[in-house]
């Protein structure tokens, strides 16, 4: 597609649910990004995939959290057992990084987010 | 020594007046000093960026200013916009590292 797509735009679900989160990279980007942002508030970082791999998982809040890219394309990010202080937007994002030479790394482009409501 | 420090939280600024938005770093190492925009319900977008081999970058209205030095950079809006209006992000990284790192972001209010 021309942008990074989320999916759903929306979603409210009781405390203790679980919820999937997805998104779909522009194509051909290698590197995929989720951040969370609280109302009115900065990007926090959750975890980076380079390819389907994820070298970086040091963001996710609690074991309550996963994410898994597979085809180095879609990725989901599941909360489990959902708590009221999840409640944010779940930005994702994508880029093209080189995998040798920094110098062919592009920027981040993001899509518009889920914004997850825990009731 | 992985912070980076916007300010200010909020603004506002008459049309076709000048915004200016302020962010410090502290790893001298950082090479890349991007600006983020974004409007409510949306995600970030990039609007302009940097890397320290120059002190001004402009594109149309916006300009980068950068004082290695100093660590610090700036943005200006010119003939600032009521569609300006929107949240502005400084963020900073090593080229050759994967993350940026986030300033607090800055509201932009621009009255008419």
């Known amino acids: 597609g021309a942008g990074v797509s989320q999916s759903p735009s929306n979603k409210v679900t009781e405390k203790g649910k679980d919820v999937e989160l997805r998104c779909d990279p522009i194509?051909?980007?290698?590197?995929l990004y989720w951040y969370r942002q609280s109302l009115g508030q900065g990007l926090e970082f959750l975890i980076y995939?380079?390819?389907?791999?994820?070298?970086?998982k040091s963001g996710l809040p609690s074991d309550r959290f996963s994410a898994e890219r597979t085809g180095g394309s879609v990725s989901t990010l599941t909360i489990q057992r959902t708590q009221q202080e999840d409640s944010a937007v779940y930005l994702c994002?994508?880029?093209?990084?080189?995998?040798?030479?920094?110098?062919?790394?592009?920027?981040?482009?993001f899509g518009d987010g889920t914004r997850l409501s825990i009731l | 020594q992985q912070q980076v420090k916007q300010s200010p939280q909020s603004l506002i600024v008459q049309k076709g007046g000048i915004s200016i938005i302020n962010c410090a770093y502290e790893?001298?190492?950082?090479?890349?000093f991007p600006w983020y925009q974004q409007f409510p319900g949306k995600g970030p977008a990039l609007l302009i960026a940097?890397?320290?081999d120059v002190s001004e970058k402009k594109e149309g209205r916006f300009t980068i200013s950068f004082n290695k030095s100093a660590k610090q950079f700036s943005l200006h809006i010119m003939d600032s916009q009521p569609g300006d209006s929107a949240t502005y992000f400084c963020?900073?990284?090593?080229?050759?590292?994967?993350?940026?790192?986030w300033g607090a972001g800055t509201k932009l209010i621009i009255k008419p």
């Open positions: 994002a994508s880029s093209f990084r080189g995998p040798i030479d920094p110098a062919f790394n592009q920027p981040q482009h």
């Open positions: 790893n001298t190492a950082f090479d890349y």
């Open positions: 995939f380079q390819g389907n791999s994820a070298p970086d």
């Open positions: 940097i890397r320290p």
């Open positions: 194509s051909g980007h290698t590197a």
């Open positions: 963020a900073a990284s090593l080229d050759s590292n994967y993350q940026l790192i």
